[in-house]
């Protein structure tokens, strides 16, 4: 997850100690008693911005009511926002329907390969690219981070690419994993 809820806990176990500050002391100075109440504020709002991400996480309401490409440019401009990332998307302009599970499936599979190049790649940009052929979707995402290899990375510690291979069962779709180091990582998803 790009956003965590320790985050939130810690936001509101400070709200929580200024409350008490305020409520255990009646000799506070004014001066004392607006610090603690501009604190207690901007905690207030981090923890409603944290709570956004955190539900935008678990399913973004754009996904829901406007499908997958208004959730994917969603999700990046939040990224490209924060000057973690660059995006380069592409979905073609005719308006194919998805089942919605499988929106929700390749939602989920850009959002995993997006936080490994944030964690891992040490990119500048992610492409992400979707088209369709005849009854083929073909779903590309690259980085240009640092690469790793792929069968030390299979072999000890990659979850993030097995969740991602494991999403697409229900659909018997393929995903290819490319990477050479220094020079990104790409990953190719067909479904028929």
């Given at each position: 997850?790009?956003?965590?809820?320790?985050?939130?806990?810690?936001?509101?176990?400070?709200?929580?100690?200024?409350?008490?500050?305020?409520?255990?002391?009646?000799?506070?100075?004014?001066?004392?008693?607006?610090?603690?109440?501009?604190?207690?504020?901007?905690a207030?709002?981090?923890?409603?911005?944290?709570?956004?991400?955190?539900?935008?996480n678990?399913?973004?309401?754009?996904?829901?009511?406007?499908?997958?490409?208004?959730?994917?440019?969603?999700?990046?401009?939040?990224?490209?926002?924060?000057?973690?990332?660059?995006?380069d998307?592409?979905?073609?302009?005719?308006?194919?329907?998805?089942?919605?599970?499988?929106?929700?499936?390749?939602?989920?599979?850009?959002?995993?390969?997006?936080?490994?190049?944030?964690?891992?790649?040490?990119?500048?940009?992610?492409?992400?690219?979707?088209?369709?052929?005849?009854?083929?979707?073909?779903?590309?995402?690259?980085?240009?981070?640092?690469?790793?290899?792929?069968?030390?990375?299979?072999?000890?510690?990659?979850?993030?690419?097995r969740?991602?291979?494991?999403?697409?069962?229900?659909?018997?779709?393929?995903?290819?994993?490319?990477?050479?180091?220094?020079?990104?990582?790409?990953?190719?998803?067909?479904?028929?």
């Amino acid at each position: 997850m790009l956003f965590r809820s320790d985050s939130l806990g810690q936001q509101l176990s400070a709200i929580l100690f200024y409350l008490s500050t305020i409520k255990g002391n009646k000799n506070l100075s004014p001066e004392n008693l607006e610090e603690i109440l501009e604190k207690s504020h901007a905690a207030i709002s981090n923890s409603v911005q944290e709570l956004r991400d955190i539900c935008f996480n678990v399913m973004p309401r754009t996904l829901e009511d406007y499908g997958l490409i208004e959730a994917v440019k969603e999700l990046c401009l939040k990224i490209e926002k924060k000057d973690i990332l660059k995006f380069d998307i592409s979905f073609p302009k005719t308006k194919n329907v998805l089942p919605k599970n499988l929106e929700v499936t390749l939602f989920r599979i850009i959002q995993e390969f997006i936080n490994n190049t944030i964690k891992h790649a040490n990119a500048e940009e992610v492409k992400i690219k979707c088209t369709f052929k005849k009854d083929c979707l073909n779903l590309d995402i690259s980085d240009n981070g640092t690469g790793f290899e792929l069968q030390k990375q299979f072999s000890t510690k990659g979850v993030g690419m097995r969740n991602m291979k494991s999403r697409l069962l229900p659909y018997q779709g393929k995903i290819k994993f490319t990477s050479k180091l220094n020079q990104g990582t790409h990953c190719s998803i067909n479904i028929d």
